[in-house]
């Protein structure tokens, strides 16, 4: 089998993301002479006939027009209107659209109820099974069977040593795969990890 060779890691500051701004502003790209033409004959868009003079009259009013939603009378409280609004009445003369509230649904989820049914036989089963075949009987499997969750599967038991050296072997077969591309990005993801925490 393929062994994992540890590549060095790369140094903080060969990542570009983490340089300063001021030397990143030089790696930016500019947009040249013809895109920018090119942009702006697209911009050169006709008003609307509504904008436009008359030929029979000279317009002397405002011209109003109108997005293709009108807004709601509901958009400002009705505690911020004033006592003579005409708002006031249309909210008053408004259907309410007020429902019971056995209807409505619940304002967040509730988290599921906590059950203690396992036993101490239950538990020591689960321990059985689990370094009997671990290959078979996953924290999944045995969550399942016992009616629990997968977390409480890791907390009564852990995997046998076997299972682990198997779980590292894959591992590191799948790492010795990696090319330069894909080893380089997890080194980067663990370097942003670890300047989470850093005052930057």
């Not at 002479?33 to 090119?38: D, G, I």
């Not at 011209?63 to 400002?76: G, H, R, W």
């Not at 056995?102 to 109820?113: F, N, Q």
């Amino acid at each position: 089998m393929a062994t994992f060779i540890n590549a060095s890691k790369r140094p903080t500051l060969a990542l570009p993301f983490l340089l300063p701004s001021c030397e990143s502003a030089s790696l930016e790209l500019r947009r040249c002479q013809s895109t920018y033409r090119r942009t702006k004959q697209r911009l050169r868009i006709k008003p609307d006939a509504s904008f436009g003079l008359s030929s029979d009259k000279i317009q002397d009013h405002i011209i109003y027009n109108p997005p293709s939603s009108t807004s709601s009378v509901y958009e400002t409280p009705t505690k911020f209107l004033p006592p003579n609004d005409v708002r006031r009445a249309l909210r008053s003369d408004a259907p309410s659209n007020s429902q019971n509230v056995d209807e409505l649904p619940p304002a967040s989820k509730s988290s599921p109820e906590k059950r203690y049914h396992l036993t101490r036989s239950d538990v020591e089963e689960i321990r059985k099974l689990r370094l009997s075949d671990p290959m078979t009987w996953s924290r999944w499997k045995l969550a399942k069977r016992f009616n629990c969750s997968p977390m409480f599967i890791a907390m009564a038991c852990e995997a046998s040593p076997q299972k682990k050296e198997i779980q590292k072997q894959v591992l590191e077969a799948v790492q010795s795969r990696w090319g330069a591309k894909r080893r380089m990005a997890r080194e980067d993801r663990e370097l942003r990890k670890e300047s989470w925490g850093r005052d930057a």
